[in-house]
């Protein structure tokens, strides 16, 4: 009960800061109060967080009567004016408090807290979408990528912030120093963007393996017993892994300008780079297997209707689970080839039609979108236990070719995956 009343006063506390910042005059005021509202917030508990975002949600909307005449005005008037008074009565006030909050020491790091939380909270309170929408609106404009600034990681980096590229290494897991070092190494490189309000903080980093040509294995670029590559040969970059350190930044869009910016960086450094792909994990094959394996056939040409028919009946999609499969010893190294020939074609199918869809791949989304090509499919890539689980050990090379990016990304918006002849003959 006494723990119940304190943070009753400590949320009572948080709303009146609210408010009185939103109402503050003066700079220095509106100062002290977001360090108030931001010290009453951190000692929130959920319960306390959860009404903290309802406060949020609901009393700091635009005023619907006021929105009405604003329309109504510019409908009649049409000109400047009118369509100022309109833009700022249909901002939420709310808006107008995160700007503030963000002016405060540590603010901006406040604020992705504060959305990290939020999300975690939306699946079931879906009224706070409005204010999830108001801080990725802000956050997209403050982490703009001409805001942020490209910096690569070495060994000589702080050990602080190499600590955080192992903790936040999120596709192949780094296994402690030594694994670092070798992903460091003259023949690999890592870069981050950052924040100058977020100093030593990545947002989002990318490993990079400098190799005679495309990957077709990922155990080959991360083990960390391989022998040093001779500079003399590097002819391709192989984008292996892409890792989001801010879970607060979810749907701000990073991760394509760190590719672009990086390969062109790449390419001042060594001229003889000529090729840019990644060697890309499919996270979502195997769930759309077992979930039916379903495609938009309405897309898919006479023959490769056909072909995808024939496939869901050879490997009897909908029997066995995908975990059912591997407990029963199943492995790619022990597949028989009519199987191995059905699993690339369902693999190749699967990320021709389905990526674009809402339920897509979500590696596959974010590369094609980006304006890559679906390359290469590879068998037996990735073995380790999470590559078997998500894909069967399948991989895929997306491929970046510069000059056709800006096209192919406009492609992929009309649900549209640009393919190389590779993949065409899986199916």
């Known amino acids: ?144 990528p001409g805001f942020l600034e490209l910096h690569q990681i070495t ?3 702080p050990a602080q912030l190499l600590e955080k590229i192992i903790a936040h290494e999120s596709v192949h897991a780094i296994d402690g120093w030594d694994d670092l070092r070798r992903r460091l190494q003259p023949d690999r490189r890592c870069f981050a963007f950052f924040h100058p309000q977020l100093p030593g903080e990545p947002l989002i980093f990318v490993e990079v393996a400098l190799v005679p040509g495309i990957a077709k294995y990922v155990a080959g670029l991360i083990n960390k017993q391989a022998p040093v590559g001779d500079a003399k040969s590097f002819k391709a970059a192989i984008f292996y892994s892409i890792s989001n350190c801010q879970p607060g930044l979810k749907g701000v869009s990073l991760g394509n300008f ?12 060594m001229p003889s780079l000529k090729t840019f792909c990644t060697l890309s994990p499919i996270p979502g094959f195997t769930q759309w297997l077992d979930a039916g394996a379903s495609l938009p056939e309405e897309r898919l040409s006479p023959t490769h209707l056909r072909k995808w028919q024939e496939a869901q009946k050879s490997l009897a999609v909908g029997g066995l689970s995908w975990a059912e499969r591997l407990k029963s010893g199943w492995h790619p190294e022990r597949s028989e080839e009519a199987e191995r020939a059905t699993l690339m074609r369902l693999c190749a ?15 596959g989304k974010f590369h094609l979108s980006n304006g890559a090509t679906l390359h290469q499919i590879n068998w037996a890539a990735d073995l380790s ?28 918006s009309h649900k549209t995956v640009c393919f190389s002849r590779g993949v065409e003959k899986l199916v």
């Open 258 to 269: 760190l590719i672009k910016q990086v390969a062109q960086k790449l390419i001042e450094e």
């Open 155 to 157: 060994w000589n980096s």
């Open 1 to 144: 009960m006494l723990e119940r009343f304190i943070q009753n006063k400590k949320l009572d506390a948080a709303r009146l800061s609210a408010k009185k910042l939103l109402s503050a005059r003066g700079e220095a005021n509106a100062q002290s109060m977001a360090v108030k509202l931001i010290d009453h917030y951190e000692h929130l508990d959920k319960r306390s967080q959860i009404d903290f975002f309802h406060f949020l949600s609901s009393q700091f909307n635009p005023d619907p009567s006021l929105v009405v005449d604003a329309a109504n005005r510019y409908n009649t008037e049409r000109n400047e004016a009118s369509l100022i008074h309109l833009f700022q009565t249909v901002e939420p006030p709310r808006q107008e408090l995160l700007r503030r909050v963000n002016r405060a020491p540590a603010g901006t790091s406040t604020i992705l807290k504060m959305r990290q939380t939020l999300l975690s909270y939306l699946k079931d309170h879906p009224a706070f979408r409005a204010t999830d929408a108001d801080m990725h609106h802000l956050l997209s404009s403050w982490f703009n």
């Open 385 to 412: 236990k999470k590559g078997l689980q998500q894909s069967g050990g399948l991989m895929v090379n997306y491929l970046y070719e510069l000059d056709k990016v800006e096209e192919q990304h406009e492609a992929f």
């Open 349 to 363: 199918l699967y990320l021709m039609y389905q990526t674009p869809e809402a339920r897509g791949d979500a590696v």
